[in-house]
T-cell receptor
């Protein structure tokens, strides 16, 4: 499996500000995803990060609130914009490795608290 | 969309006990994984098991895709097994994993 890192690992932010989360993988991957896990809940897919083009968002998530970039095969960012306390969650990136058929691996997550 | 239900939602065990966690899904799936989320939030891959049976140490899993369920067995549980267990599935024609509701396990010393 790949080594997946996320930065920052945690942050405390003020209402109305934005935070950009980075996800870096140490080898090439075919697909990258971003998930949100609200306190005490399961994981919900936000979007698929597409290399060099706009991300594909799931129902209930919009680009203005969660802009995503993926400039190359191993790196992606998720921005949480104009934050409110309801955005307090763990945000996780995940990947499907090239040559590893459809098994998904997760980064360590970013624990976000919005005051 | 597909519904993925896990049972039981919560489970408390004494160290050394065995347990069975269940994942039911409402539609046919191409892929299924089991994960353990430790108390620090890290998701750890346990099994990639779209069908059949696999074993890894004290853990084993069985997926019966035709009957739309999967089981995770934990034997001789240890306190380090505590955390939340998720199954996640991919349905035909997509590549996206949909997560189940989770089972929160606490193992007491």
């Amino acid at each position: 499996s790949a080594v997946i890192s996320q930065k920052p690992s945690r942050d405390i932010c003020q209402r109305g500000t934005s935070l950009t989360i980075q996800c870096q993988v140490d080898s090439q991957v075919t697909m990258m995803f971003w998930y949100r896990q609200q306190p005490g809940q399961s994981l919900t897919l936000i979007a698929t990060a597409n290399q060099g083009s706009e991300a594909t968002y799931e129902s209930g998530f919009v680009i203005d609130k969660f802009p995503i970039s993926r400039p190359n095969l191993t790196f992606s960012t998720l921005t949480v914009s104009n934050m409110s306390p309801e955005d307090s969650s763990i945000y996780l990136c995940s990947v499907i490795m090239a040559g590893v058929y459809n098994e998904q691996f997760f980064g360590p997550g970013t624990r976000l608290t919005v005051l | 969309g597909i519904q993925v239900e896990q049972s039981p939602p919560d489970l408390i065990l004494q160290e050394g006990a065995n347990s069975t966690l269940r994942c039911n899904f409402s539609d046919s799936v191409n892929n299924l994984q089991w994960f353990h989320q430790n108390p620090w939030g890290q998701l750890i891959n346990l099994f990639y098991i779209p069908s059949g049976t696999k074993q890894n140490g004290r853990l084993s899993a069985t997926t019966v895709a035709t009957e739309r369920y999967s089981l995770l067995y934990i034997s001789s549980s240890q306190t380090t097994d505590s955390g939340v267990y998720f199954c996640a599935v991919v349905t035909s024609g997509t590549y996206k994993y949909i997560f189940g509701t989770g089972t929160r396990l606490k193992v007491l010393a």
